[in-house]
């Protein structure tokens, strides 16, 4: 007989067989140790099931605040950009309107204020006036490329200025004198000042080998006493590009470069267009 199992039997009504079968001694001895090991498991489950739910709710409250926070965070820096643009914009519009004045009273810009956000009947936007600038800088950068700035000849030195001088070719007279001269080797290359067209470019009297540009501002580049021309009549070139090089042709005393500007068909003093300080 086995003494480690006890036989259970269920006996039902009279007419019901009698149902038997074993247990194990020992599950029936520890039955209580069992019964509390499974309790204990389940309130410990529970309890993480909560504790974890709690988490989640946690963690969505702290989220939700954070991104207030980040709202808030982010509409104060847009004020602040919004500030900086406008204060940026407006120091933008007065350098513009500084520059085209400047430029006007020297003679060297002639077109529609290039500062100052045209008025509508609705309120400007940022944006309106950044595609304002926007395009009066194309504007700016396209009139300055047309007008003849700076020097054909960065290495020569300037032998006679604008204005009277005394005849190079000897004796006490004067004569006026209707550009600036600019000496050196023979054969250096002579540069356009501005963009425009070719006006021309052959014997022009005293001038001798001379090249003459057109711009669209109105203004006229000369290049006289060239050795060699570089260019053809009607040629469109850009400012730097070579014309010409260096040379004596005509009336001329040594190697030099005779440089002209002119306005509306009569000479005026290229200084303020050769350095804009």
């Known amino acids: 007989m086995d003494t480690n199992k006890v036989t259970v039997m269920i006996v039902g009504n009279d007419d019901e067989e009698v149902k038997t079968f074993s247990i194990n001694r020992a599950l029936l001895i520890n039955y209580k140790k069992y019964l509390i090991y499974a309790g204990s498991a389940f309130t410990a489950a529970i309890v993480i099931f909560f504790a974890v739910f709690a988490y989640s709710v946690k963690v969505s409250i702290d989220k939700s605040g954070l991104n207030s926070q980040l709202v808030q965070v982010n509409s104060k820096l847009e004020t602040y950009d919004s500030l900086q643009l406008s204060q940026k914009l407006k120091k933008i519009d007065n350098n513009l309107s500084m520059i085209d004045g400047y430029l006007k009273e020297r003679g060297l810009l002639k077109i529609e204020n290039m500062g100052g956000v045209p008025s509508s009947s609705r309120q400007e936007t940022q944006m309106d006036k950044i595609n304002f600038y926007e395009n009066q ?141």
């Open 137 to 277: 800088s194309d504007v700016f950068y396209n009139t300055l490329r047309d007008l003849p700035i700076g020097y054909p000849y960065n290495n020569g030195v300037r032998s006679s200025d604008y204005g009277y001088r005394r005849n190079p070719f000897g004796g006490f007279s004067s004569e006026f004198h209707s550009g600036v001269d600019l000496k050196g080797p023979l054969g250096d290359p002579i540069y356009a000042t501005g963009d425009g067209t070719v006006n021309r470019c052959d014997w022009y009297n005293g001038y001798g080998n001379a090249v003459v540009i057109d711009h669209e501002s109105g203004y006229q580049s000369l290049f006289g006493h060239l050795s060699k021309v570089n260019v053809v009549q009607g040629q469109q070139v850009k400012a730097g590009d070579v014309i010409g090089f260096l040379g004596s042709t005509g009336r001329s005393t040594g190697p030099h470069l005779h440089y002209e500007i002119r306005k509306d068909g009569n000479d005026i003093s290229p200084e303020p267009f050769l350095k804009v300080y």
